[in-house]
């Protein structure tokens, strides 16, 4: 019986953000980190974005403590 391959297999954290671009910048600049992607709400404000430093990998959302789960309504 042949066992299925699982790769790609791992967690990444999602920090729910105030500001994308300026948490972004914090952590590239301040911390090391590299931008792997960004993404614009329908305004063209970034809303999401995936950072990395080596083997970390960490998602940014933005949100507001009122909406905690990082929804973004246009």
Do not use: C, E
């Not at 709400?41 to 974005?49: E, I, Q």
Request: proline share 8%; net charge positive; no cysteine.
């Amino acid at each position: 019986m042949a066992h299925p391959v699982v790769q790609g297999h791992r967690s990444m954290p999602i920090l729910v953000v105030k500001n994308v671009t300026a948490s972004v910048d914090f952590f590239v600049d301040r911390l090391g980190f590299t931008l792997a992607g960004l993404w614009p709400d329908k305004r063209g404000v970034p809303g999401f974005a995936i950072i990395q430093l080596g083997q970390i990998t960490v998602g940014l959302s933005r949100g507001t403590p009122q909406d905690p789960a990082g929804q973004i309504s246009a």
